[in-house]
């Protein structure tokens, strides 16, 4: 960067010391360079003005243009509403305001010119427009064209920082900036893509003059951005591949044999032993592997992980296994035990509610080698637990475990162990290119077979005694079902009297001596949890009542029911989940998705997804267009999807090219040596050392 773009902002005409503090505290501005990078999020046509007579829709922006003829105000409790009357050629409307009456008041003058600029709304029978922008005409700075709008804090605002403002200081950087910026991007991808120069680009983006210049502008510097992006994960990747040394597992060694000749429960899918495959291959490359184990809900990733463990044990290294909550870290404990119990492995699990004397004997034996295999929850991740030798860590439901916490797991050798990660999630491919894009993917797209696809339908709470009626049906037939309430905060009261309310409900529809309900949920205590669970697995009771503590873990074949209640509460993901509960045996299985009569536009269309598809990939993108990437992957941390101009969920294509000519590159030319990539080597160095923490993750 030059020294131009490294100006520190209160250089710039019009900010100073004091305003340069709150563009540093309060939109992380400090130079030239960043308010360049500041760019607006939309813009307003101020060429077209509408008429009253004609307004497009409600909530559409509407920019008007006409006189204030009348103002009042009505008082509203404590508050008191003001409404100026708005007229131009072909009408009259309302602006009204709800807040702040008193000093927009006196702004509002009878008979003067003003531009408005607000979202149209009908109350009553009538358009108005809440809050508007308001100028008076003569003091309207941009009477046509594009007027960028620029995000902003109250702070800033009060400081005369507002949208304008900064528009103001933007549009007075671009006019210094010619032959000031460098172009990043190699000129083959500028050509091949047509894409605009990067002085261009920032001239074009703040202030445009026509549509085609913004929509240039955004396009290169979103593909900038997914771009070097890319290239960073690649890079990373590449770097650890070529100094950080894996442990070699030269065979699959005798317990997998065993294993896999003698206690093997089913023949493997091909999908599952192609990921075999994959996974002995990293193993051999005394390179340490890094991989992603995508596959839908009952795809069988357990036995994957299981067998993956097995390897590591043959070849004389110690094995962990890392779950989200006690109860999935519990089932695989007694599950893989179950599977594992001819074999001479030791195998234990360590989870929160592990007493201390125990505890210190697992640290023991972890240590001294005698324990094999180590299942647990975050506890693992302490720094009191230290292993003789940990070969393979594999990390179940990825999707809850941030970077960071990878990146302790494999601070606990010299040598990292090898990691396998399990998304039971499927995460939309350019999410996943991008999340993880320092990883190796490996997918399993087919289910075991003879799995019957699950019915599932929606039904308002109007239809409920219907639905009781089939649950009825299916009891007698000999089924199990679940009830899934809400209880997203364990501590919410109000959801937990609704599960209480709706338990007392179902006990009176489903009395005894016929038939019989378990409950379980946060509240309880594990014991207490677990004995109802057990209940119910037995088959002793009939209907479980449950909060999402049961999203993860349980396999219950016999159970062919799922009531989700107040499904409109539930993210698309957790809905799959819940879902992937029944369906797990011969006979036909059925989910029943519960809503209450008036449904959001986005709670219809998570409704009607999961009627439609169940597909967890196809579900996943859905997700991730209708929640945005930060709130789908739970986690903001990584940084990685902290991007300025570019959306992962909106512009899918330019990820994956971005993605595809940084690979381009990097397999040309690994070391970016060439005289056309020397500027991207500098670039890239540059982001490379500026967050160090990286390097252990990668
Ligand atoms: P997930 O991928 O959701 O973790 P699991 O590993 O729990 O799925 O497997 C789901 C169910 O499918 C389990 O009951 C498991 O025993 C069974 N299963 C796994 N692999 C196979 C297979 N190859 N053939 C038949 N059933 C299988
Ligand atoms: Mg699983």
């Given amino acids: 960067m030059n020294d131009f773009l490294r ?32 760019f607006p999020f939309r813009y307003i046509n101020r060429s077209q003005y509408h008429r009253v007579s004609d307004l497009p829709y409600v909530d559409s922006y509407a920019q008007l243009k006409g006189r204030i003829i009348q103002v009042g105000e009505t008082a509203m409790g404590r508050q008191k509403k003001l409404t100026a009357k708005f007229q131009d050629e072909t009408g009259v409307i309302d602006l009204v305001w709800f807040q702040g009456a008193k000093w927009i008041k006196p702004l509002l003058k009878i008979g003067a010119e003003y531009q408005i600029f607000g979202k149209a709304k009908i109350f009553g029978n009538t358009w108005n427009i809440p809050h508007p922008e308001i100028t008076e005409w003569k003091d309207v700075l941009l009477k046509t064209g594009l007027q960028p709008v620029y995000s902003t804090t109250e ?77 960073e994960l690649l890079l990373r990747k590449q770097i650890s591949m070529s100094k950080s040394k894996g442990f070699v597992f030269p065979e699959v060694g005798e317990v997998f044999n065993s294993f896999y000749s003698n206690h093997l429960p089913f023949t493997l899918t091909g999908a599952q032993k192609r990921v075999l495959k994959e996974i002995r291959k990293d193993f051999m490359t005394g390179h340490h592997m890094n991989r992603l184990l995508q596959g839908d809900v009952g795809s069988g990733k357990t036995l994957v992980a299981l067998l993956t463990m097995l390897m590591g044990i043959g070849n004389g290294f110690q094995a962990a296994l890392m779950a989200p909550t006690e109860i999935l870290a519990n089932q695989h404990f007694e599950g893989i035990k179950e ?67 990878r990146a302790r ?23 996943a290119m991008t999340f993880y894009g320092d990883l190796d993917v490996s997918v399993i797209d087919e289910l075991p077979p003879g799995r019957k696809p699950i019915s599932t339908v929606h039904r308002y709470e109007s239809h409920r005694l219907r639905v009781f009626g089939f649950i009825k049906e299916e009891i007698q037939k000999g089924r199990q079902i679940y009830i899934v309430y809400p209880l997203i905060n364990e501590s919410e009261t109000l959801d937990f009297n609704n599960l209480m309310s709706g338990y007392e409900a179902i006990t009176r529809a489903f009395p005894l001596p016929e038939f019989r309900v378990s409950m379980v949920h946060g509240k309880m205590k594990a014991e207490d949890k677990d004995f109802e669970m057990q209940r119910f697995v037995r088959g002793e009771t009939q209907i479980m009542v449950a909060t999402t503590v049961i999203e993860v873990g349980v396999n219950v074949p016999n159970a062919s029911v799922m009531i989700i209640e107040s499904s409109e509460r539930f993210g698309l993901s957790q809905l799959h989940q819940l879902r992937g509960r029944v369906g797990r045996g011969a006979e036909q299985s059925y989910c029943i998705l519960m809503t209450g009569d008036k449904l959001s536009k986005d709670t219809l269309k998570r409704v009607e997804t999961m009627v439609r598809s169940s597909d967890g990939f196809e579900i996943a993108e859905v997700d991730l267009q209708l929640r945005g990437p930060g ?68």
């Fill in 339 to 405: 599977l594992l119990k001819d074999l001479p492995i030791r195998i234990e699990l360590l989870t929160g509610s592990v007493r201390k004397k125990a505890r210190v004997a697992i640290h023991e034996g972890l240590e001294d080698g005698t324990i094999h295999l180590l299942i647990g929850t975050h506890a693992l991740l302490e720094d009191v637990v230290q292993f003789k030798n940990l070969g393979i860590v594999v990390i179940d439901e990825q999707h809850r475990f941030g970077v960071a916490q």
């Fill in 409 to 431: 797991m494999w601070r606990k050798n010299s040598i990292p162990p090898h990691v396998l990660i399990m998304t039971a999630t499927p995460i939309p491919r350019t999410l």
């Fill in 155 to 231: 702070k800033l605002s009060a400081k005369g920082l507002h949208s304008k403002g900064i528009e103001k200081l933007t549009a007075q950087l671009v006019a210094q900036i010619k032959g000031k910026i460098e172009e990043t991007l190699p000129s083959a991808i500028l050509q091949e893509h047509r894409l605009i120069n990067r002085e261009l680009a920032f001239l074009q983006v703040h202030t445009p003059k026509s549509e085609q210049e913004f929509v240039n502008a955004r396009l290169r510097l979103k593909f900038e951005e997914l771009f070097f992006l890319q290239m």
């Fill in 631 to 698: 709130d789908l992957m739970g986690t903001q941390q990584s940084g990685l999807l902290n991007l300025k101009i570019a959306d992962i969920a909106k512009d899918a294509q330019l990820v994956v090219m971005a993605r595809e000519e940084a690979r381009k590159i990097l397999e040309l030319d690994p070391g970016l040596e060439r005289p056309q990539h020397l500027k991207l080597r500098e670039i890239l160095i540059n982001v490379l050392n500026s967050k160090p923490n990286w390097g252990e993750i990668a």
């Fill in 7 to 38: 100006t520190p902002i209160e250089f710039l005409k019009g900010v100073g010391p004091q305003r340069a503090e709150l563009l540093h505290q309060e939109i992380g501005v400090f130079t030239f360079n960043d308010l360049l990078n500041y």
